[in-house]
């Protein structure tokens, strides 16, 4: 992190809204360019070769690879020091917000 930090002074800000997006992931289908721009206020910022759809990405696939020991984790209480929630208390992915 410390590298990205010095490499990319905007890193928190690729950061921040991948999380947001993570975070806030749609139950239904929705084209990315549409969530990218309900997100990031951008219909390209989630775009796979941005910095901040690199990060998205990698925590998407993380998500997906791990999705079942982050709902076991959830149900046994464990709540991560950062407050943005991937997976909420019924296991689901929660709705995006409006």
């Given at each position: 992190m410390q590298q990205a930090f010095e490499r990319d002074p905007l890193f928190a800000v690729h950061m921040g809204y991948a999380l947001q997006a993570l975070g806030n992931l749609p139950e239904?289908?929705?084209?990315?360019?549409?969530?990218?721009?309900?997100?990031?206020?951008?219909?390209?910022?989630?775009d796979g070769d941005s910095e901040t759809g690199k990060l998205f990405l990698t925590g998407l696939k993380f998500v997906r690879d791990h999705f079942q020991e982050l709902t076991d984790a959830w149900r046994q209480g464990y709540r991560p020091a950062v407050s943005l929630a991937i997976v909420g208390e019924t296991g689901s992915m929660p709705p995006a917000k409006a």
């Open positions: 239904q289908y929705r084209r990315r360019p549409v969530f990218a721009s309900e997100v990031c206020g951008d219909p390209h910022g989630l």
